[in-house]
């Protein structure tokens, strides 16, 4: 656990002070997107070639045979069998404030 006492606040920092760590936050982010990228590009690249992309289906549909609910709802997802999922939605809302002046609101409020 962090030592409240050690902890820099931002208030207490000068502009210059936040912009620079704005500054060092930016491009530490915009290197995680690159490497995250990169990983992607490298799977999409291994996954073009028909022997892994086969190699993993017949992987998923073995764990599937062996009961594994999760690699049966992938397949099944992919295929483009997921079945819908609904949801209604009904009913009005109640709004106490409704028909209120803002001066009766305004009363509200400062008496908090």
């Known amino acids: 656990m962090a030592n409240e006492q050690n902890l820099i606040k931002n208030e207490d920092l000068t502009p210059k002070q936040r912009r620079e760590n704005a500054s060092k936050a930016g491009k530490a982010s915009a290197k995680k997107r690159a490497e995250r990228k990169t990983l992607r590009e490298e ?58 002046t803002t001066e009766e609101l305004r009363k509200i409020a400062d008496s908090e």
């Open 43 to 100: 799977l999409l690249l291994l996954l073009s070639t028909g022997n892994t992309q086969n190699k993993i289906s017949t992987a998923l549909i073995k764990q599937a045979e062996n009961g594994n609910t999760r690699a049966y709802e992938i397949i099944r997802d992919t295929i483009g069998e997921k079945p819908k999922e609904n949801l209604n939605v009904s009913g009005e809302l109640n709004n106490p404030f409704l028909g209120m």
